[in-house]
């Protein structure tokens, strides 16, 4: 089958669907049409968790953390060399290597 012959036939199907099983098939194909990381992320099941009082402070005590700082964060020159680190110590690529 040619390509024109296979969307005609694509069509067919959907012609045929009730109207409230559309939006499945629609989601459906777009699903399709996502790359592989996109379409992990779109069938994931959604995340449940609970928030907590916990998780509350822990999140408004960060943003006021940031906003202290001038919405900047930690450079991540400052983050190595707590580590005794630098960036150069990481090759940027394959090539930085040999």
């Not at 067919?12 to 499945?24: C, F, G, N």
């Not at 399709?32 to 609970?50: T, Y």
């Not at 940031?66 to 990481?90: C, S, T």
């Amino acid at each position: 089958m040619d390509g024109a012959t296979e969307k005609d036939h694509a069509h067919e199907p959907i012609e045929r669907l009730p109207d409230s099983q559309l939006a499945t098939a629609v989601r459906f194909l777009e699903l399709m049409l996502l790359d592989p990381v996109a379409r992990a992320v779109a069938a994931a099941p959604p995340d449940d968790e609970p928030v907590t009082e916990q998780d509350r402070r822990r999140f408004h005590g960060g943003q006021a953390w940031f906003a202290q700082r001038g919405g900047r964060g930690i450079p991540m020159e400052e983050v190595l060399a707590e580590f005794g680190l630098k960036p150069g110590d990481f090759p940027r690529s394959p090539e930085d290597t040999r």
